[in-house]
């Protein structure tokens, strides 16, 4: 029973802990986009980017168990796996982001990226934006809004204005890149006034946390340019973006057409193991390796990379960054042949796309966007909402993802803003 | 090639990564408490606490390997096996230990511990020994002087002298708790002086790193006085001793007798899975979960859980804790019965043991302790070295650990004493 779940939760975990819907899903298996209920309900999931090759892909599993009865052990030992993993992703990057570490989740990835920023400059100043999360570590959550810190901002850190592609900053579309530019700079000042300097700049090449705006590539030049000049690092999250799912390119950072100093990997590199790992330039590399002795226990074990590995073979095998391309431009167009009172805005990049909602006088429909979501899932489909007001609508599908899951869950969704009163 | 794969690693992974030993074990194989090299060498594993219950032991690869199978997601949706697992473990701690949060790694524990100290008390100032370890992440760092943070100690952290059994805090055995409790009360008063106030006392009930020092139940009664009468709350770090390996208690805090706060807990939970947790009192869970939004991707996931129940399936049918009592009084009374010049002191509690050099002088034997380490990998028994000084011999082998293996170990360090120069 839920209701016994819930309780059981509140004794066992305390309060505050975060789920998704009113009610939410009790799930029991999981295969390939699709997910079930304990109550044998299927499910198709558009929201999970953690499960990137499909929920429990065959090959993944069949890794892990093949390599977790033979040795599971740390770095200080030797192994090829850690290696041969860290060979084949770097091979994906340019810009000489070849040195990596491994570690366990997208937090700790973030967590050493900042330091990095760091023992490069030796300033501690650090720039994101206002409506966006980099990690649940202490470091990483002083530049998170999404969830604030406890204690406060501190005062080496600084968050300009997130860009939008409805209310965009600097008031107008074409003048954003270069308004966004301003704002670092003013930021990088106030950093250097403060007497802490600045260290570097941390996004997400999507702007995934901030709704995915619709930015054209390019669109980061004005501020890459403005970071540089100030002896900043670029420190790129690309925990949603990454490993294919914007289609185009493999990486976030290429389809925006910038040079990150630092690349940051998480969720889906495993298929849900728990990898994540930094890759940056060797001189970056360097500069953190010689300040900071750093090691992990379980950061590139071989089962770990055993599971990352077979991610990208799967990937590759099954052509999934195309599959993403295609589907998510497939959907995309319904997404914006859909006529509604409230639609200010269908977007997206291969398998990362939604709709956002406004009111007539342009104010966020919050609360429609809510009960959308709600009803989509109660209708079979999961998918969520993300924006400074939680407005937007987002899909984020595992990359098997096909035109017919699409259409199922478009279909879907054209009934739900049917049925779902927005007066 | 060990060379090989040195120069590989030194391409990808960059300079300063830590490895084990002059020439690094190049590990293909693990079972129970033996590993494999590339060259088929058979070795003795003395040291490794991750493989707790013994290097792939089947009952915890057959439980990864059939939830990987089935579901593996997050905490957002509800599941079974995070409330079945956090039920089971916090019944085996008193003091309200009651409510847990499950993450993947031990830096990630002691990182949301320091920030339930600030959350509970409204302070920053936190205190640790000066001869430790706490994690990776820069907020753990800042207080690890093993491991020192980039850019120094911050104003809100204070090091006080570690305990030791060889040379004691206060100058006598007899006075040093008295002496170790009142370096912290010093702390605190320089904390609230600072202005950032005293939020609590992060250590290890066995301080692990600090040379695990020979100390009686009882001995942290004065130093928990002080911190509870100053409004601090006690972290107690359980990554080492915890899960049955000091033998005569489960949990390392319960052999010293005092009643902890906040408990983590991380390397042998789920026997290498990546698998950590917080452990607290329900005040303290609230005040934390209130202030902070919490959430971890993949902490908690039902593959997670299914390793963790695992390993405490076999600590329990195995009778692990029991074993680790009565090897490890066999394997202490062996170490007390040797006989050697630069002998300064045998310690250890349950699976924990080790010795002390030092020269005639009382100065550490550092240079003795490495070769005799060396001598011992170069005879297939894998141990390693602790303490200030790095001059004390460190055993903490998987829980499987028989007599006979006691006897390997010991056999051959009788024979590395007979021929490890010390002159």
């Known amino acids: 029973m839920t209701s016994d779940l819930l309780a059981r939760r509140a004794r066992v975990m305390g309060p505050n802990v975060p789920t998704f819907y009113d009610t939410p ?17 299927k499910y198709l999931d558009c929201y999970n980017n953690v499960a990137h090759v499909g929920h429990c892909h065959p090959h993944v599993v069949e890794a892990i168990a093949r390599q977790a009865a033979v040795l599971n052990t740390h770095t200080r ?8 993993y860290s060979e084949r992703l770097t091979a994906t990057l340019s810009h000489d982001l070849d040195q990596m570490i491994m570690v366990c989740t997208g937090s700790e990835a973030n967590d050493i990226a900042l330091r990095m920023a760091q023992a490069v400059t030796g300033k501690t100043g650090i720039i994101a934006t206002d409506n966006t999360y980099h990690g649940n570590t202490l470091a990483t959550s ?22 939008d ?55 980061l030049d004005p501020a890459v340019e403005v970071i540089r000049k100030a002896g900043g690092l670029v420190l790129c999250d690309e925990v949603q973006p990454g490993f294919g799912r914007i289609g185009e390119t493999f990486w976030g950072h290429d389809w ?12 889906p590199m495993a298929n849900g193991h ?3 790992a930094v890759i940056a330039r060797p001189d970056v590399m360097a500069a953190f390796r010689t300040a900071f002795g750093y090691f992990n226990t379980f950061g590139g074990n071989p ?28 959907a995309l167009d319904r997404l914006h042949r ?51 007001e939680m407005n937007t609508l987002k899909m984020r599908p595992p990359l098997p993802f096909s035109k017919e899951n699409a259409d199922l869950a478009i279909d879907t969704l054209e009934a739900a803003l049917q049925e779902v009163p927005y007066g």
């Open 165 to 219: 592609s409805v209310r965009p900053v600097g008031g107008t579309i074409e003048g954003q890149a270069q308004a966004f530019a301003e704002h670092i700079a003013r930021a990088i000042a106030e950093l250097e006034a403060e007497g802490c300097g600045f260290s570097g700049f941390m996004l997400c090449p999507s702007f995934a946390n901030e709704g995915f705006p619709r930015l054209d590539p390019g669109f």
């Open 338 to 388: 859909i006529s509604h009172p409230l639609k200010a805005e269908a977007r997206g990049t291969g398998l990362f796309f939604g709709i956002e909602f406004t009111h007539d006088d342009g104010s966020p429909a919050t609360e429609f966007t809510r009960e959308v979501v709600e009803y989509m899932r109660e209708n079979g489909v999961l998918m969520n909402r993300i924006g400074r």
């Open 274 to 276: 728990p990898v994540a």
């Open 142 to 163: 002083q530049l998170s809004t999404r969830r604030p810190p406890i204690g406060g901002y501190p005062a080496h850190v600084r968050l300009v204005p997130a860009p």
């Open 25 to 41: 899903v009790h799930l029991v298996r999981g295969e390939g986009v699709w997910l079930w209920d304990a109550d044998g309900r």
């Open 77 to 84: 030992y030797l192994h090829e796996t850690i290696l041969d």
């Open 303 to 330: 089962v770990s990379c055993a599971a990352a590995m077979a991610t990208l073979d799967v990937i590759e095998r099954e052509s999934l960054q195309d599959n993403a391309r295609a589907v998510g431009a497939y």
């Open 256 to 267: 925006m057409g910038f040079a990150p100093d630092v690349v940051t990997v998480g969720k």
